[in-house]
């Protein structure tokens, strides 16, 4: 099992820049691919950014590409979401997932098997 603890969200005006963090606990997090996903209110929740297990591969929404970058560091059990030039539309509670790493990284959330509790992200226009 694993246990996974974000932060990093807030307020920020439109065309401002936020880095969320996720801290993960428990067993090896290189065992683990890592996603974001976000969910606003009345809609499901979305597939945002994901990496594999060794950091070597990562895929992107098109909604955020070239503007959120996943990243992360095996040593500090940590992935990241850098997120620029940020738009009222990506107002969200963004939340962090793990996937064990012998199944193959899917956008869906059915595919994560590990979530965190949620960080909220508002960008005002």
């Known amino acids: 099992q694993v246990q996974l603890v974000e932060s990093g969200g807030g307020l920020v005006q439109a065309g401002g820049s936020l880095r969320l963090s996720c801290a993960a606990s428990?067993?090896?997090?290189?065992?683990?691919?890592m996603g974001w996903f976000r969910q606003a209110p009345g809609k499901e929740r979305e597939f945002v950014a994901a990496?594999?297990?060794?950091?070597?591969?990562?895929y992107y929404a098109d909604s955020v590409k070239g503007r959120f970058t996943i990243s992360r560091d095996n040593a500090k059990n940590t992935v990241y979401l850098q997120m620029n030039t940020l738009k009222p539309e990506d107002t969200a509670v963004y939340y962090c997932?793990?996937?064990?790493?012998?199944?193959?990284?899917?956008?869906?959330?059915?595919?994560?098997?590990?979530w965190g509790q949620g960080t909220q992200v508002t960008v005002s226009s």
């Open positions: 990496i594999n297990w060794s950091g070597g591969s990562t």
């Open positions: 997932a793990a996937a064990n790493r012998g199944v193959v990284l899917t956008t869906h959330t059915r595919g994560w098997n590990y």
């Open positions: 428990g067993r090896t997090f290189s065992s683990y691919h």
